[in-house]
């Protein structure tokens, strides 16, 4: 069975600090992985997603993600946190395939920017 | 345009009611989903929909039936409510059947049920 752990359920980072948020995955075949964001009161979002083309994920507002194998780590990196992108952000592995397929999440990490 | 909508936005009804919520989508997509957002966070599938046929049933008690009257739309209606039932209430869509090959899911703005 497929797996996905957010090693911190908070992170509090400074505004214009780095953003570091863990995610390891357990999966029995060549995962897919996504980041998904959900701002106060809103829906989710997709940041990014990889799909077993390059191993580091270029996403939307700045964000990034490296697939690691040997790790089995998909951690999501921004150079430069701006105040807008506190939310909740969850690490997702997909599990199976064709019609059997399904969206695990993880159980999201809440990031705080302070001022 | 709004992607993937669902109505109500909140729901707040009595124990023992029976109540539905209601999504759209007009992406040409052929799968749909419902997902349950518990007060921790919690996401957790559902069901899932191809082309108006149930393919994902997750342990779901039998009070809650979805109904896809076309693939545009997927509706969940939840008879004899519970406590436990109060969460919000994510839909979602993808293009094709599951997400192998990672299809990505467009979620709805989500239904927060409260149950009284």
């Known amino acids: 069975a497929q797996s996905v752990t957010q090693l911190d359920s908070h992170v509090s980072v400074s505004e214009g600090t780095p953003v570091l948020l863990r995610c390891n995955y357990s999966?029995?075949?060549?995962?897919?992985l996504f980041w998904y964001v959900q701002h106060p009161n809103k829906g989710l979002q997709l940041l990014l997603k990889y799909t077993s083309a390059a191993t580091l994920v270029k996403g939307i507002n700045g964000f990034e993600a490296e697939f690691k194998k040997s790790e089995t780590s998909f951690h999501l990196t921004k150079p430069s946190a701006h105040m807008s992108d506190a939310a909740e952000y969850f690490c997702v592995v997909s599990d199976g395939w064709g019609s059997q397929g399904n969206l695990i999440f993880g159980k999201g990490t809440k990031l705080s920017v302070k001022p | 345009d709004t992607a993937v909508s669902q109505t109500p936005k909140y729901l707040v009804t009595q124990m023992g009611n029976d109540k539905s919520i209601k999504c759209e989508q007009n992406l040409g997509h052929d799968t749909m989903y419902w997902y349950k957002q518990d007060s921790k966070k919690f996401l957790k599938i559902m069901f899932s929909y191809n082309n108006k046929e149930l393919i994902i049933n997750e342990t779901v008690p039998n009070r809650f039936s979805p109904k896809s009257p076309d693939k545009a739309h997927l509706n969940l209606h939840i008879n004899s409510l519970e406590l436990g039932d109060s969460a919000v209430y994510f839909c979602?869509?993808?293009?094709?059947?599951?997400?192998?090959?990672?299809?990505?899911?467009?979620f709805g703005p989500g239904t927060r049920l409260t149950v009284l």
């Open positions: 979602a869509s993808s293009l094709s059947v599951g997400v192998s090959r990672g299809d990505t899911q467009y």
């Open positions: 999966s029995s075949y060549s995962p897919s």
